[in-house]
């Protein structure tokens, strides 16, 4: 078989072969550049992340260009010479590359774009679901460093956002238990659940606890970089909401109501009665605690700026010692 019949031969099937490789490629290129970015996102800088991704993709590219024609020639017997792989792979590079970039690029950006407005928040702009208030019911929780003051004085600000961004980072946790990240307002971040989310298996206290134990696994480390293992209080109320789309510079999805001012309140009563986890008994009715969870009536209080009074309790885990 001589080289010109070879390389007709690849001209002619040319497309289908790229067709398949580009389906099987594109669908590998979205899964790896998850998988990678939830492993070593945070660790390295983003153009980084972006030449690491780059990378593994253009070798595993290769790797099936060549299981592939390992298959045609030894599976199905086609007796494929070894100079319709060599001319293959060299018309292939170039396009290659050239695909994997615009490929990445889309990926990495639409990944990023979702990142900062929060998963599943693009489609919903992009759909226009929030043009119009939305009215539903979401749990929010604020979590917020005890003694942040004290600590941004005797750290100094770039040790002191040093400290707050690693936090945050632990603060990945919670993601497994439903939550969403709102906003991150300073040393605060607003998690959000949908009401049902939240209850469900008691998600929303267990992402709390999840992440006090998190920093308390790496007690070590936050100890010898910043003479301190951060600690920190957080508010829970639950309700009636309303959602929607706002900005024209930049455009974000907005939360408005009584729900998420309450909740900001009740954090903030957490210093004054020296706990931990504060929760509305609005919200704490709709929950199922079991038995390893303490709850204390902590008094009916009237929260800054409301009418009326509601009763609000801290919520404790028992040690596994007071459990037993």
């Given at each position: 078989?001589?080289?010109?019949?070879?390389?007709?031969?690849?001209?002619?099937?040319?497309?289908?072969?790229?067709?398949?490789?580009?389906?099987?490629?594109?669908?590998?290129?979205?899964?790896?550049?998850?998988?990678?970015?939830?492993?070593?996102?945070?660790?390295?800088?983003?153009?980084?992340?972006?030449?690491?991704?780059?990378?593994?993709?253009?070798?595993?590219?290769?790797?099936?260009?060549?299981?592939?024609?390992w298959?045609?020639?030894?599976?199905?017997?086609?007796k494929?010479?070894?100079?319709?792989?060599?001319?293959?792979?060299?018309?292939?590079?170039?396009?290659?590359?050239?695909?994997i970039?615009?490929?990445?690029?889309?990926?990495?950006?639409?990944?990023?774009?979702?990142?900062?407005?929060?998963p599943?928040?693009?489609?919903?702009?992009?759909s226009?679901?929030?043009?119009?208030?939305?009215?539903?019911?979401?749990?929010?929780?604020?979590?917020?460093?005890?003694?942040?003051?004290?600590?941004?004085?005797?750290?100094?600000?770039?040790?002191?956002?040093?400290?707050?961004?690693?936090?945050?980072?632990?603060?990945?946790?919670?993601?497994?238990?439903?939550?969403?990240?709102?906003?991150?307002?300073?040393?605060?971040?607003?998690?959000?659940?949908?009401?049902?989310?939240?209850?469900?298996?008691?998600?929303?206290?267990?992402?709390?606890?999840v992440?006090?134990?998190?920093?308390?696994?790496?007690?070590?480390?936050?100890?010898?970089?910043?003479?301190?293992?951060p600690?920190?209080?957080?508010?829970?109320?639950?309700?009636?909401?309303?959602?929607?789309?706002?900005?024209?510079?930049?455009?974000?999805?907005?939360?408005?109501?009584?729900?998420?001012?309450?909740?900001?309140?009740?954090?903030?009563?957490?210093?004054?009665?020296?706990?931990?986890?504060?929760?509305?008994?609005?919200?704490?009715?709709?929950?199922d605690?079991?038995?390893?969870?303490?709850?204390?009536?902590?008094?009916?209080?009237?929260?800054?700026?409301?009418?009326?009074?509601?009763?609000?309790?801290?919520?404790?885990?028992?040690?596994?010692?007071?459990?037993?």
């Open positions: 078989m001589d080289e010109a019949f070879v390389l007709g031969w690849i001209g002619y099937y040319n497309v289908i072969l790229f067709i398949l490789l580009w389906l099987v490629t594109s669908l590998l290129f979205g899964f790896l550049h998850i998988i990678i970015s939830r492993f070593i996102s945070g660790r390295i800088r983003y153009y980084q992340l972006i030449i690491v991704t780059l990378v593994t993709q253009l070798l595993i590219f290769f790797f099936i260009v060549f299981l592939l024609f298959f045609l020639d030894n599976i199905l017997d086609l494929l010479p070894e100079i319709s792989l060599r001319s293959f792979l060299n018309l292939s590079f170039l396009e290659a590359s050239i695909y970039l615009i490929v990445n690029f889309c990926i990495a950006f639409i990944v990023y774009i979702s990142s900062i407005i929060g599943g928040n693009l489609q919903k702009i992009l226009g679901k929030f043009y119009k208030p939305l009215v539903t019911e979401k749990v929010f929780m604020f979590i917020d460093l005890k003694g942040s003051t004290q600590l941004a004085e005797r750290l100094g600000h770039i040790a002191y956002s040093n400290l707050i961004q690693d936090c945050f980072k632990d603060l990945v946790v919670v993601h497994s238990y439903k939550a969403e990240v709102y906003q991150y307002v300073g040393d605060e971040a607003v998690l959000t659940w949908d009401l049902q989310k939240a209850i469900d298996d008691n998600n929303a206290i267990k992402a709390f606890f992440f006090q134990k998190r920093l308390e696994e790496r007690a070590v480390y936050y100890e010898e970089k910043y003479g301190t293992v600690d920190f209080k957080a508010g829970m109320h639950g309700g009636i909401i309303t959602m929607t789309e706002i900005g024209a510079i930049r455009r974000d999805i907005a939360y408005h109501g009584d729900t998420i001012n309450t909740a900001a309140r009740l954090q903030g009563e957490c210093n004054r009665l020296n706990v931990k986890l504060l929760m509305s008994e609005a919200l704490l009715t709709e929950m605690l079991p038995s390893n969870y303490k709850t204390t009536l902590k008094g009916e209080m009237q929260l800054r700026g409301k009418n009326g009074m509601i009763k609000v309790f801290s919520i404790e885990e028992k040690s596994v010692q007071n459990f037993n």
